[in-house]
Nanobody, 126 residues
């Protein structure tokens, strides 16, 4: 049974930082692209960042590029999202996601995801 367990969310002031973690089990972690999506109230779940399994190639949504950094530790089956210079519009539930495969030529979409975490709330106050 696949489990993705996020941690690290919380309340932070604008301009602050948070680091999200996602511990994975029950899947071949080192062979899967991993990602973070986010969902704000009243909006669809949106892609934020992804990282390939071996080379660690990354891709970001334009809205987070230059402020967020995704990384992974295959030895610990964990993926991270370092979020800096946070803005109120970053407020959302953040979901860890495991993709179906190891290689994607573009940004992931929800249809590419086979497993989701339960989500962790990030709130940025102005």
């Amino acid at each position: 049974q696949v489990q993705l367990v996020e941690s690290g969310g919380g309340l932070v002031q604008a301009g602050g930082s948070l680091r999200l973690s996602c511990a994975a089990s029950g899947l071949p972690f080192s062979t899967r692209t991993m990602a973070w999506f986010r969902q704000s109230p009243g909006k669809e779940r949106q892609f934020a960042a992804q990282i390939s399994p071996i080379r660690g190639n990354t891709r970001y949504a334009d809205s987070v590029k230059g402020r967020f950094t995704i990384s992974r530790d295959n030895a610990k089956n964990t993926v991270y999202l370092q979020m800096n210079s946070l803005k109120p519009e970053d407020t959302a539930v953040y979901y860890c996601a495991a993709a179906r495969s190891s290689y994607y030529s573009g940004s992931l979409e929800s249809a590419d995801i086979v497993s989701w975490g339960q989500g962790t709330q990030v709130t940025v106050s102005s």
